[in-house]
């Protein structure tokens, strides 16, 4: 009983971060239309400026109010910078996509080799809500729970957000059909930057929960690329509901894997992926 409630709790504690990391690529990709392989570079940049502002005596959970907003400025100026003229140089959509993914790997070597120059190649970490607490005989480390909970609570404002604010209800129809929003009046170009840049920031405040937890270092970030392309394919391409559920499911069976046989714990992620493109490639809630 106690190792299946420590699987169980604990998958489910790191789904919550799967989940976030998720929605920001879900915006990216299902949206804005752009694979960013960049993804876990914006988590990886995040995790670090919270490491930054804690080592200068900040409340490393506060720190999300601080890296949330400067990753949703950089992303945004880089999808309007970069990103939409691509776009609107780009003679159809699948031209658009293909560069977009071209420019995103390039992206992710830019930031991959600042990242190392500046902080090198050795993990870092600091200790913040370490101790334990026990469920049913199994023990789970606080900082583990604050960060499922602020993750779990990002994921609830932002979804009442797209569906209860003007702005949320043109991303929802931009992620239908961007080209009748734009005809309905729309301005797509800015949204889909909105939607790039709050992917950007919910990949940043994932980055700030990971760090709490475990040690960072600047090769993190295509791991949890991975993790969020499979997630994302499992919950539903551009299903925001979809990539909330998909991240706690991922997370339960990562979970699994790794309690049996941690060094199979990637590769039963693209398992699931490849098993997913066969047999089911729209995913749990795409349409």
């Known amino acids: 009983m106690e190792q299946f409630l420590d699987i169980l709790i604990g998958g489910l504690l790191i789904g919550a971060i799967y989940s976030l990391v998720s929605m920001g690529l879900s915006l990216q990709y299902g949206v804005a239309k752009v694979l960013n392989i960049a993804h876990g570079e914006f988590l990886m940049f995040g995790a ?5 502002l804690q080592q200068h005596s900040i409340n490393p959970l506060l720190t999300v109010v601080i890296v949330g907003p400067i990753m949703f400025i950089v992303g945004f100026i880089l999808y309007r910078t970069v990103f939409t003229g691509i776009r609107m140089k780009a003679a159809h959509q699948g031209i658009f996509e293909s560069n977009a993914m071209l420019a995103a790997f390039g992206l992710y070597f830019i930031v991959q080799n600042i990242a190392v120059l500046i902080w090198g190649s050795t993990p870092y970490s600091y200790s913040y809500l370490s101790k334990s607490f026990s469920v049913f005989g199994a023990d789970f480390f606080q900082n583990r729970l604050a960060a499922a909970i602020f993750a779990i609570g990002i994921g609830i404002i932002f979804y009442l957000f797209l569906t209860s604010t003007r702005t949320g209800k043109a991303i929802r129809a931009a992620a239908q059909d961007s080209a009748t ?15 790039f ?26 791991g949890y690329t991975v993790i969020a ?28 894997v790794s309690s049996w046989q941690p060094g199979l714990t990637t590769a039963s992620y693209y398992v699931i992926f490849i098993i997913l493109l066969l047999v089911r490639p729209k995913g749990l809630m795409g349409k």
């Open 197 to 222: 840049g709050f992917g950007a920031a919910m990949a940043g405040i994932a980055g700030s929960l990971i760090s709490i937890c475990y040690p960072i270092q600047t090769s993190m970030g295509l």
């Open 48 to 52: 670090f400026l919270t490491f930054w």
């Open 181 to 195: 929003a734009g005809l309905m009046g729309v301005n797509i170009n800015y949204v889909l930057a909105l939607c």
């Open 229 to 256: 392309i499979v997630v994302v394919t499992l919950g539903g391409l551009g299903s925001i509901p979809g990539s909330f559920i998909g991240g706690f499911i991922l997370g339960v069976i990562g979970s699994i």
